[in-house]
Structures are given as C-alpha cells and as structure tokens.
C-alpha cells in the first residue's frame, strides 16, 4: 500500500501502479527485449553470413592476366602451309605450349628482366587453357598463322593467389607448383604491365575447368542448366499445381478421400529433397530411360518437389478470396467453373505468383535430389544451341557447381565456391524480391 | 493465354524430338574422388582437342561408381568406372550377372597416399607400426590381446610428442581405406609381430586374425571420413592435433596448410614414389564397357587419349598434378588398343 508521502514524488499521472500490474508491464517489458534479442541475433547472424561470403566471394570476380605477343609459327601449326583446317586440327593444345615458351622469352627479352627461368618455367605462370585459348583462335582464323597476334591469357592460379594474397613468399618452400624465381618475374611484369588484375567476365559466363586450371573455371554454363531445369518446373509445376488446387479447393467434394489427399500433400512438402532425386533415378532414368545428367530430368525431379508447395499456397490464396465474390457471379447466372476463372482466380493469381515464385527460388537451390541424378560432377559442356539440346544435354547447376568446387583440391576453387554463392544468392534475392514486389502491387486486402 | 498454351506446346514437342532423336553423344564416367581430377583434366583436354563433346565425370567412390558401372548395358549407364582400386572378383560376378561381361581394366598410374597434419603442429615420422598401434581396435600388449589402450602419440612411441591421437581416415567407399588397411594397418601388425599372437588367439585362422588387424577402433580415436579430401582438411584445420590420411596430389596443392609426413623415413613425392621407396602408394584404373565400344561416339579415342603418352607420360598434365606415371604405359595403350577385356590375359 502506498501512503500520501509516496504518491507526493509521482511528476507525473497520480495513477499508482498496483503490484500486478507492475509485475504485468514488466513482463511484457521482458517479451519485447527478448523479441528484440532474437531479432538482433538474426541480424546479426544474416550479417556475419554475407560478409563472410562477399569477403570470401568477391576475389573470384577479379582474375590475373597476362599480355603476350604470340608468334603463330607457321611450322609448328600448319607444317604443310596450305591452311588446311583439317591439318591444322590435328595440332593439339600440346602442340601450342613451345609458341607459349618463346613467346614469353621475347616478352622478358624484350623489357630486359634478368632472370635464371627456363621458357617452360616462364610459360608455367599462364594457365593451361592458354593453349586452348590460342588453339580456338588459329582455328577460327587459320589466316592469322605466320603473324604475331597480341592476347591476353588467364595467368596460372597460383600468380593469381599471389597477387589477391592468397599465395606469399613464406609458404611456398613445399609448393611445387610456384617458386620464388617465379615470383620475382611475376614481380618485374607487373612492373613492366604485362601482369593485371581485372574484372572477369568469364566466370560468369564461362564452363567449370578441370583441377589444373581452376582460374579458368566459371558458373555460365551451370547457369543455363538452372535455367533449363527452372523452364521445366515452370512449364509442369504451375498448370498442375493450380489446376489440383483449384479442383480441391472448388469442385472436389469434402470426404474423407480428400482429406486423405491434403494430408499427403502437407507430407509431401515436408519430404527430404535426396528422396525425390531416388525416385528421378528410379522412375525417369531406370525406367524411362531419359538420359543421365540433363535438365530436364533435373526439372522433373524438382517439379515434384515443388507442386506440394504450389499446391499449398495456392489453395491458400484461392481460400482467401471471399465466398462473397463466388455467390454474386452465381447470382448473376455464371456457372461454377466461369465464376472460377472469371473472378476467383484473377483475385488469387498474385498469391499463387507469389508461391510460385518461392517454390521456383527454393528449387533453383536444390543440390540434393541432383547428386543421384547425375548432374554433380565435372560437366563441361558447351552452351547449348537449342532448347531441346539443352534439355537434353548433360549440364550442371549452380548449387551443385557450388558444391562440385567446394570439394577440390586447389585454394583457388575454394573462393569461387564462394563467388559462385554470390551469383546464386543474387538470383534467390531478385526472385523473392519480385515475389515481394508482386504482392505488394496486386494483392487485395478484404 | 495463347503465349502459354504456345509456349507449352513448344517445350512438349521440344522434348519428344529430344527424346527419341538424342542417342547420347558423349562419354559417362564416375566412381573414385581420387581418379576425379585426373579424369576430369583428361575430359577438359579432350572436349578441347576432338570434335566429341567433353565427357562428363562424376565422382562418388570406388565402391559406388564400380556399382553404377555393374547395374547393367546400355545409354542409361556409365561407360566407364574409375577406381582406386582394383575391381574385385565379387564385383566383376554383380557385373556379369547384369549383362556387363566384357570389362577392360586399364591402369593409369599410381598415386601415394600420404600423412598429413596442421603446417603449424608437430612433425612425425611414422612407421606402419605406429599407426597399426594407434588405430587399431584390439592389440597386443605384453602377450595378450586387448582393447587398444592408447590415447597420446608418446605412448605408442617414445619418440613421439605427447599430442592425442586424432586419425581422419577414409571411410569404407573410398578404395584409399582399402590400401590403408592392407599396407599401412595390416603391414603394420605383421611388422610388430602382433599378427601371430592374434593368430594363435583365434584358432590359427588366418583371415580372422586379419579382420583382427585392421579393424579401427570405434572409440572417437579414429574417424572415418565418407567425404573428400577438403572434408579432411577441414577437419584438421579445426583440429590442430589431426593427422589426416590424403591423396599425393591433394597435399601438394595445400603445401601452405598441411605438412607431411614421412612413413619409413621416406618423404613421400612422385619420385620416391616412381623409385618404390615410398611403402604407401596404389595405383589407379579405369574400368571401361566394352558392349559401350562403338556404340557412344568418342570412348574408344577418350580411353586412348586418356593413357597417351602426352597425357599419362611422365612430362603429361597427370604426372603435373601429381600422377606418378606408369613405367609400363606402353603395354597399357596396347590393352587399350587392342580392347583386351579382363579374364582374357591383359
């Protein structure tokens, strides 16, 4: 109890607090700093993760290159001289790396660096797909053979280490890859500008590189095989989805087998991911005989994976839409199905947009169900040229290319592990974004 | 609407023409993580320098790509398995009963298996003794057969630091566990006389004394690791008393975070490997289908490719990476050649 002397200190309201009440308000007090602990701790958490990430990450954007004058030797290139492309095919990458070595003699001939290195050590600081590289170019262009052509090559991993400090003088003694006179040539190019580090447009539009030159490796091609895989759950996942919802949420009769068909839907979305790509393997590939590694058969495991979700949000947004709206268009003589797609679904369509668009984004990180299906792996191919090839022909897909370089052996593959999560966590943000925007735009509140 | 129905109806013709035209064009190769880079740096130079397209390889284990490899003939199977291992005659039994009769083994090389703790840790010089002492489940002490009582490096050799004993070993899917258990663990038990005890303890049965031997002890000691190297490594960086088991070629990529070992005083390199001074080293296979000959375009000229000898030869991309080159590569492009299938005399 409080007296007058008490109530006397109040500035205040003279509203004095009994016990409980007290008691009650600062219970609540508590509520709100634990919701803003939890969220802080969220924040936090969602903090650290993309810094990590982008730190880790952004390295793999920049890449080591090396300028070189190449003297396409005609003698070693085309022996007979009549720029003939089947005979200048059958000079493999091989046979380009002795053009590498005198082309790199010339160079540090040419600025005056002093140096103990033979031609092939000098040559080892390119990365090998520097032949490559040079072989498509002759192909393409078999004119170009008996000029000195300027090209720009990826330098080997180990220089590009050197210059994003990944690689330095102290560690290398074991390394058998890099050595210390290497280094000092590095050192004196890039003081000459022959050595640079630059935007890399190739890892966003390149193919994945064997272990022996992760910096030519690039998520491009993995892209596209998302790409194909998300056309194929589009193009399934979303006309069935609807039309299963729109059949149990308005037609079905209410009975016990429905029932049983919503709780298996609602177990279904919670199903392990690896179990559908069993059941791919089993049902597309052992039986169906599609063939092993292509999108399409990546699409129709993550189309089964995503209908129970479309499924869910879409007789969601279908139960949203007020009975009120079903009652006037049968009042006014629409049959069941007009009032349906006349009125119900163009109200619904932002939520199932939006689920759809969720479902879309959670498959496109999928690695799971690939790994049985043999979309993990070392797949190089090139972009495809048509639809149906790239449907059909083996590819990759960005999470599983993720998860591909995590596992080798090279530090450098490790940080385009990261940069490859850079790339995928753009594209789960603009789609969620576009979800978020969709709703935001078009969604009726009742 | 009609965007849709077109655009639908575009992606199902696409796909039936897709389907009943597209014989698969291009080389299915899975099995052993150890074999994957070099197979991989094979596939790369060959999409690069034949018209075929690149072949696309898989890893997964020994053990699981020999399985895919068996379950039968035809586009919907791999053409080829590699393996760490040689295939076991049990396995070539699975294969043969699904179709899968005529198998051409070829070897590619051989590749050391190494010792590997944190850069900053102790350094050790094993001997197989050591680590049959450390890690396996029963020894011997003083005459008779016991639960494995060490927990510190000291204990089991004098001349070792007190550091606990943490083993990353391969897990049983790897073929490395197998060469792990038969010339480390294994050797390691003959060598320190133990063998014989746990003969005479199990009724002289020889095989059951083996089993004996290289079975690991399952109290925390020894971890297996069903994943790849980089698991490994992982593993060690978080525990700095680790000492992982790797592939050659894996260390000598992350020379700046591990430091090897040596076993019998030899430091292991693809020299002393190639010299056969280095105990621990295996070689490595591929395993190819030949009913799969002719019928996916390129296989013949990618296994051809694979043991030339600009690529399999001692101054070859393998050997670069860390492939110890076969001395005999010459009879091994003949079994290729000439498609000698295994059971008739390669």
Known sequence: MTDMADTARHKGSLLVQDARTVKRNRAEARFKMYGIAAITIGMLMLAILLVTIIGRGAGAFQQTFITLDVPLLEDKLDKNGNRDLADIKKVSTFGYAPLMRTAFEEKVAAIGIETKLSGKDMANLLSKDAAATLRDFVLSDPSQIGQTVSFTFLAQSRVDGYLKDRVDRDNIANDKNISAEQLDLVDALIEAGSIEKKFNLSFITGADASDARPEAAGMGVSMIGSFFMMLVVLALALPIGVAASIYLEEFAPKNWITDIIEVNISNLAAVPSIVFGILGLAVFINYMHLPNSAPLVGGLVLTLMTLPTIIISTRASLKSVPPSIRDAALGVGASKMQSVFHHVLPLAAPGILTGTIIGLAQALGETAPLLLIGMVGFIASNPPDSIAEGLMSPNSAMPAQIYEWAKRADPAFYERAWGGIIILLVFLITMNAIAVLLRRRFERRW | ?346
């Open chain 2, 1 to 346: 609407m009609s965007l849709t129905k077109l655009t639908a109806s575009a992606l199902t013709v696409a796909v039936f023409t897709a389907s009943t035209a597209a014989a698969r064009d291009q080389v299915q190769v899975a099995g052993s993580s150890t074999v994957l880079p070099y197979a991989s740096i094979v596939a790369e130079a060959f999409g690069e320098n034949f018209d075929f397209p690149t072949p696309v390889v898989e890893s997964g284990g020994s053990s699981a790509g020999l399985k895919r490899f068996c379950e039968g003939v035809g586009e919907n199977t791999i053409d080829i398995a590699n393996a760490s291992r040689q295939i076991k005659p049990a396995e070539v039994e699975v294969c043969a009963a699904n179709g899968v009769s005529d198998i051409i083994e070829v070897r590619i090389g051989y590749d050391g298996i190494v010792f590997a703790s944190d850069i900053n840790g102790n350094a050790f010089e094993f001997t197989p003794v050591d680590w049959y002492r450390a890690l396996s489940d029963k020894i011997v002490v003083d005459g008779a057969v016991v639960d494995n009582p060490y927990t510190t490096w000291d204990q089991v050799n004098p001349d070792f630091p007190a550091q606990p004993i943490q083993a990353f070993v391969p897990g049983t899917k790897h073929g490395t566990r197998e060469v792990f258990e038969d010339q480390v663990i294994l050797a390691g038990c003959e060598e320190s006389g133990d063998f014989e005890v746990m003969k005479v303890a199990l009724d002289d049965d020889k095989k059951a004394a083996e089993k004996a031997c290289i079975a690991l002890r399952t109290d925390g000691k020894s971890v297996d690791i069903d994943g790849d190297y980089t698991e490994t490594l992982a593993r060690i960086e978080s525990n700095k008393d680790g000492i992982g088991v790797f592939g050659l070629a894996f260390y000598e990529n992350n020379t700046n975070k591990l430091q090897v070992a040596t076993m019998s005083g030899v430091v292991p390199s693809t020299e002393s490997i190639a010299e056969g001074t280095y105990p621990v080293s295996r070689p490595l296979f591929f395993y190819i289908k030949k009913a799969h000959i002719g019928v996916i375009p390129g296989l013949q000229e990618f296994a051809e490719f694979f043991v030339a000898d600009e690529i399999a030869g001692p101054d070859g991309p393998l050997a670069e990476y860390g492939l110890v080159s076969d001395p005999e590569l010459s009879d091994t492009q003949d079994v290729v050649a000439e498609q000698k299938t295994i059971g008739t005399g390669s």
